[in-house]
């Protein structure tokens, strides 16, 4: 039998305990097709990147399978049938994770990388000693594009644009021609 990762989406309107029965309901389609479920995790209403059939927040849950492929078509079948499911993704993996998933793992696992420095830590930015001194920049050549125009002055010198014709000058095309 193949090992599979799944992890399925429901509705934010739907309440853990009915997350619970229809994980509880897709390990029985699994079971009762010759197939097991490994380990399943809760991990509680999430919010999505953007909108699902009109969901802003969903429940995840992941489910670590072991069982044939028709046991996992038979469930996403009836996952694509089911109203509360909004998404699900079955991936085929050589092994499964014994420990806690990424999303389950405690803050003190996350605790083992460095971190980021905040404002409170960082040196003044006030004069940059480690870059060398700008100057007064005479030393560069006037820009050519900038030099030949005329001082902008006052903005109310500027000719009005024209305005647009009256839509009542216009012949309408769907107009029968006048008789004489």
């Known amino acids: 039998m193949a090992l599979y990762e799944h992890i399925f989406m429901v509705r934010q309107d739907a309440s853990s305990s009915q997350v619970e029965a229809l994980t509880d309901q897709f390990k029985t389609v699994l079971?009762?097709?010759g197939g097991s479920v490994a380990k399943a995790e809760y991990w509680g209403i999430k919010s999505l990147t953007y909108r699902i059939r009109k969901n802003r927040k969903?429940?995840?849950?992941?489910?670590n399978i072991d069982a044939p492929s028709a046991a996992v078509v038979e469930m996403?079948?009836?996952m694509r049938i089911n109203?509360?499911?909004?998404r699900f993704l079955t991936i085929k993996v050589e092994e499964h994770e014994e420990e806690p998933s990424a999303m389950m793992r405690s803050r003190s696992h996350r605790d083992d990388r460095p971190?980021?420095?905040?404002?409170?830590?960082?040196?003044p930015r006030g004069d940059r000693d480690d870059r060398p001194p700008r100057g007064d920049r005479?030393?560069?050549?006037?820009?050519?594009?900038?030099d030949d125009r005329p001082p902008r002055g006052d903005r109310d010198d500027r000719p009005a644009r024209a305005a647009a014709p009256a839509a009542e000058n216009k012949p309408a095309?769907?107009?029968?021609?006048?008789?004489?």
């Open 31 to 33: 079971t009762e097709n």
């Open 58 to 63: 969903a429940h995840y849950s992941l489910l």
């Open 76 to 78: 996403e079948r009836q």
């Open 83 to 86: 109203e509360d499911i909004i």
């Open 115 to 123: 971190r980021r420095k905040f404002d409170d830590d960082r040196p």
């Open 138 to 146: 005479d030393d560069r050549p006037p820009r050519g594009d900038r």
């Open 173 to 180: 095309a769907d107009a029968a021609p006048a008789e004489e």
